[in-house]
């Protein structure tokens, strides 16, 4: 095996972009948890590396040329694509699993996902430039299964370290940016024809704009007293992003990008509003970060959309000799997959010699971080306490 | 109506810094308030979901060409300009305003912007490219305007919510420094020829580097015991590159677009220490942000830099057909339209029906928002209280 | 002197991701203590302004073609190179030193770095595209031998404020991933070819991602009880992109890459675990944020490795012209003027009437910024205080 390097540059700054969103967005939308952040941003870091080095080699297997490993922009742009999915699973399963578990997790989901990307674009070839169907839904329900198998009845009841605190989701809102701000490069990075790629990039911007707007009103809608919420607002608002990703390079009317956003925005908010405390509860599926309304729900949206705009097109142009059936076949056997994988890699996360996190330690980086202590005001106000008392005293 | 798509890839990696500067920069520079974190930043990226596409809209009305609307990387950069403009407004009134009055904000000033636009670039055929006149300084005294109609006299008196804490003004710093950083690619994003835009990139990394140094050692000199004020590094340093928009592709020197810097960052210092308490004492303008400061003052130095180089230049290069007078026009008429928008739209937000918060909610979070509880660290100490409490009273 | 523009645009982008890494990489990476940020992001945005245009002057002289300085995207790279240097002994004496000497130090340490940069590459013509030795070893060696010079006695034992806190720690990660993400963006900067460019970018991205897997892991085999130690995190996974500066453009293998990302890894693990104490307790230099770790013995191990790959290559492609010995004599010419630099400067620093920081006000922003006062929390609870008095009084 011998790696060759070839030469994209033009690529590079989209490269850079999708480079941002897998260790910035990813990393710090999930630094929400009050007591979760280093684990967040920092085994989201160790993840994102280690797959991405595992990425370019099974990647590079189903596409290797004379034994070599072909090496460059565009499969570095690959690399950090599967990567992605081995991170959404993450958000599914975050606070509950070791780094050691999810280093196993991120070896096999990229393994199966790798296959079943070959089994997407060169078996059925289908479309899916944005990795709506075998990025982000492959990746929520291989979370979703994974999270299934690990259940902890012991969570039944709120977790006290599973909220935010006032800063932690200002840090998340920087994930949230980066995300909704380079998914246009993300949804468009390997589309292989410039016009098509701007198609890609303006039709992904229309959707998330549209998304949001969609998010906010709703999100203030669904609330008792008609106030936002940040959960919504953090996740909800990039839902557009994903739903665009099977046919964001396909020549389809901007305005239809943005229903296709707006769409995207109302079933995630609906999603994270009444589906997520009917997973956990009724079906035993914690979903930490809510990754099936953000990944899940819009990626099979994505999907969807793929198999009815193949269906209704009628000119000849780039992507034309895509079918319905193909695109729902791609879309099926991802989630078949993806939860064949996940339950599979949940029963091996299980293994009693991997040592697993009590209930008790959940959702807290003092397990596996060395952490500061607790900041000094409260401590100085700890000093000035004796005054009071003293004070008090007087009186 | 229909919407076409244009071709410009290499537009595309300067448009992402452009976004980039909208979402994170405007976004997180606003973020110094201590508990109005959630709504700068949230608040900030629903104006901007809206109005690029409302932007997007309007300017493509003045452009359209066979009742078509042409979509390309460059009408999306000229909807991200207009949408600066609204982000400009919202931090005069930051604090002050309901969501919903700062979605009819966004509409009224995003029309009104694109045709005081058409009048400087088509009908007066000034010369403005990174909007120091059309872009800084309309949406400073629009919001200027605005926030004189709305005047709260409840809050003569510094409200206790409006000023910053150490976390805050650290996560303000985020938006200060990709502001600064992507600045040199706002003022030559449409800049049509690529040696101009060498040269815009050029004469604003100058000018932002001259301010920033004139700026520390101004705010070290105004202050009584010679410190740095947080308040000055975050804004007044970025002066440099509003003051620079007008005349930014022009054939000037280096060290010319230095001295404008440099000037720009003494107004700006001036005017934070001097005029803003004025404004708000003597004229009941209530600035949150400053934006007088970092965008007003900087903005018509620009204006006026934009009449002197045209005057004095010789040569015949690009851009030589500008002249002085219809530069002063351009600079007049914009600042016109922009208060007299202004005092329109606040007396529109008025409205009974529209909702008003009270003095006292002002700068709060809380009232729009789902906030998290206090944090834990209190919580700690309060639980340790008993224990001391104990300890005393043993005593 | 005048001052001449070229045209490069393609560089922009690239340009770009190391303009970020200097302001907000170098910058949010020194957040990390915990009274210490305002001082860390803003005098590392101070020493960056004055640098870049210092550098530009210095390095413009010795790039001179008729008494005239070019300036174009490449000089602004260099620029922003040579205030790198000046940005790592900033590192090294973080929190020790006043505004007025690190300005002093940064037009001294960016004159000699010219000087050196111009030995290395005009003279020995030696090979440093990412500066493995003229930048991080020279600006590492340079901080720690003016730190030496500055040495304070009464900081023996550990300064109080020289601690991180929960979210200056993922303040801190901001710095560390941005500088991550755009490294390999600075070993290519200034590749003159576009091929060599891309292997400079894939070398580099190897072996960042094989440096942090390792980092992580080491991090954990090093803690007594096997927990990641977030100082390492944040610096140690940068080590790979150091190293990879000398040969990040020749043709080596991308396994190679990924052995000299592993190795800089643990020698920069084991630096920060057992060297810098050491250094701290026998030899009096006082390394803040552990530059010798992260920039000086990964810049070494660049420098070895750039004699050992020019001593080892047969073929006849790009850059066969150099040879080991200049190598050598670049990587030793490099430290001695370094460190002869770095105790003159810290001579002129020690002059009395600079006006030095007490050993107290050390790590503390309050010395010369504006400082808000203590958070909120505390100040609620410290009402709620009198309520907890009297019901305990009541009992």
Chains 1, 2, 3 share one sequence.
């Not at 246009?184 to 098509?196: D, G, K, M, R």
């Not at 959940?362 to 971080?369: L, R, T």
């Amino acid at each position: 095996m011998k790696i060759i390097i070839e030469d994209h540059l033009i690529l590079h700054s989209v490269f850079q972009d999708v480079h941002v969103m897998i260790f910035i967005g990813f990393g710090f939308l999930m630094t929400f948890l009050k007591k979760y952040g280093f684990s967040s941003v920092g085994i989201n870091m160790l993840i994102a590396a280690l797959g991405l080095q595992w990425g370019t080699l099974m990647q590079g297997f189903w596409h290797m040329e004379g034994g070599k490993i072909h090496v460059s922009i565009k499969s570095m742009i690959n690399a950090d694509f599967s990567t992605a999915t081995a991170l959404i699973s993450f958000g599914a399963v975050l606070g509950k699993t070791s780094p050691v578990q999810m280093l196993i997790l991120t070896v096999l989901e990229i393994t199966i996902f790798a296959c079943n990307e070959h089994l997407v674009t060169r078996v059925f070839e289908a479309t899916d430039v944005g990795g709506s169907m075998t990025i982000h839904a492959f990746g929520a329900y291989f979370g979703l299964a994974v999270t299934l198998v690990l259940h902890r009845p012991g969570l039944k009841n709120k977790h006290q370290n599973e909220e935010s605190t006032y800063h932690t989701d200002i840090f998340a809102m920087i994930g949230t940016l980066f995300l909704w701000l380079f998914w246009p490069s993300f949804n468009s990075a390997i589309v292989p024809e410039t016009p098509s790629m701007i198609t890609a990039i303006i039709n992904t911007y229309f959707s998330l704009a549209a998304c949001t707007v969609v998010t906010f009103a709703l999100s203030s809608l669904v609330d008792q007293r008609g106030k936002f919420n940040m959960v919504l607002i953090q996740n909800a608002t990039l839902a557009g992003g994903v739903a665009m990703g099977t046919c964001a390079d396909l020549p389809i009317h901007c305005f239809a990008a943005m229903c296709i956003g707006s769409i995207a925005g109302i079933i995630s908010v609906l999603g994270f509003c009444f589906l997520t405390p009917l997973l956990a509860s009724k079906l035993n599926i914690h979903d930490t970060c809510g990754v099936h309304n953000l990944h899940g729900l819009p990626g099979v949206l994505g999907g969807i959309t793929g198999i009815v705009v193949t269906a209704i097109r009628t000119d000849t142009g780039p992507g034309s000799r895509f079918t319905p059936s193909m695109q729902a076949a791609a879309l099926g056997s991802t989630i078949g997959i993806a939860l064949a994988g996940g339950v599979l890699t949940g029963g091996i996360l299980k293994l009693p010699f991997l040592g697993h996190t009590s209930d008790q330690n959940c959702f807290d980086d003092s397990v596996y971080w060395e952490v500061p202590e607790e900041e000094k005001p409260c401590e100085i106000h700890s000093n000035n306490y004796h005054e009071h008392i003293r004070s008090e005293a007087t009186i």
